[in-house]
């Protein structure tokens, strides 16, 4: 199923003395991070990189680079630097501040969606610290859509319909869990599991779980939660571009009536594993790809419809179909290899919510 490079999520940020020995610390703690220090310090070491030109400058660069920034500084100093840059918190990355003394950890930024509320309170425990989180759901040991996504790994597809059920439960009105399976987690008081949408008396709003596009109510406020569940295998021949194969997935994934949100990752085989148009397409729907060995696929080749021409070319006869299974997690085959112009699409559904 291939490797996945590792990357350096955490940047430690700090210019003072006492902050760089707190950032040392850290350091060591997350092997996932880099820590930025001032430039007067001689320290040197493989994931430390020396700050020149100023704070303004390095956010400026590297705002967008990592999933998590962490402060060790005033947090007006923070708040100035990182204003010019802030998006939304479906992309903006968490943001951490805390003084040098290490007395207390503020998640200032992307508290749920970015996690910052998480590793504020790691943070707290690794350095015995007061954790400041000041998020209404978690002070109020509420429940808010965002944090409910990412437990159950699903996208929210509208922000401001989750701002809205965030706000009822918060609020204590009930608010309705619409799944189609069970739901093995503790909810607060005024949330309930239904199980239609007609079923909606009394609530405020809805949060229906479901990788299927199709009507939901209006009648109250819904926000829809897509599970990450959905696997596409991908097999095309040399040079299809990314447009192509984008039109291709879509085409595929409305015949089965299910959301582009919902894909956990694209796969395809080793032979194709440097296709620009399947490596564009996997960037273009921010999902990973993952790359099947031939040998994998001979396995269990003899299941499914063969080409001689795809089995004279690259050693195997089937792609889509045997890459999605292969690469999923007990998934079932809901869409057999459709083919579109030397492309060939199959798709695949895992199980849970």
């Not at 943001?95 to 943070?123: F, K, P, Q, Y």
């Not at 401001?160 to 869990?177: C, F, L, S, Y």
């Not at 089937?318 to 292969?326: G, N």
Request: charged share 25%; hydrophobic share 40%.
């Amino acid at each position: 199923m291939g490797t996945e490079k590792q990357r350096m999520n955490r940047a430690i940020i700090t210019l003072t003395r006492g902050g760089m020995e707190l950032g040392l610390k850290l350091l060591n703690e997350y092997r996932d991070s880099v820590l930025y220090i001032n430039d007067r310090f001689d320290v040197k070491g493989e994931r430390i990189r020396q700050i020149s030109g100023g704070i303004g400058k390095l956010i400026s660069s590297i705002f967008s680079e990592y999933k998590c920034l962490i402060f060790i500084m005033a947090t007006g100093i923070v708040v100035r630097s990182i204003a010019p840059h802030l998006e939304n918190k479906a992309k903006d990355p968490a943001v951490i501040v805390m003084d040098e003394g290490g007395r207390n950890v503020i998640s200032l930024l992307s508290g749920h969606l970015g996690r910052a509320n998480e590793i504020t309170l790691d943070i707290a425990k690794i350095l015995n610290s007061n954790p400041v989180i000041t998020t209404a759901s978690d002070v109020n040991n509420s429940l808010a859509v965002d944090t409910l996504a990412i437990k159950l790994n699903c996208i929210i597809e509208n922000l401001k319909d989750a701002t809205k059920i965030t706000a009822h439960i918060v609020n204590g009105e009930r608010v309705g869990i619409l799944s189609r399976n069970h739901l093995k987690m503790k909810l607060p008081h005024n949330v309930v599991v239904i199980n239609n949408n007609s079923d909606i008396e009394g609530l405020k709003g809805i949060m229906q779980i479901t990788n299927e596009n199709g009507a939901i109510t209006n009648k109250v406020d819904t926000v829809l939660l897509r599970p990450r569940n959905i696997i596409i295998g991908i097999g095309c021949k040399k040079g299809k571009t990314e447009e192509e194969i984008i039109r291709a997935v879509r085409i595929s994934l409305d015949k089965v009536n299910k959301s582009e949100l919902s894909i956990k990752h694209i796969a395809t085989i080793d032979v194709k594993k440097d296709e620009k148009g399947i490596l564009d397409t996997a960037d273009y729907f921010k999902v990973p790809i993952i790359i099947v060995p031939r040998e994998d696929i001979k396995s269990i080749e003899d299941r499914f419809k063969t080409s001689d021409f795809v089995k004279k070319s690259i050693g195997v006869g089937a792609v889509a179909e045997p890459v999605a299974l292969i690469s999923s997690s007990n998934g079932n085959l809901i869409l057999e290899k459709s083919k579109y112009d030397g492309i060939t699409i199959a798709i695949v559904e895992e199980g849970g919510v």
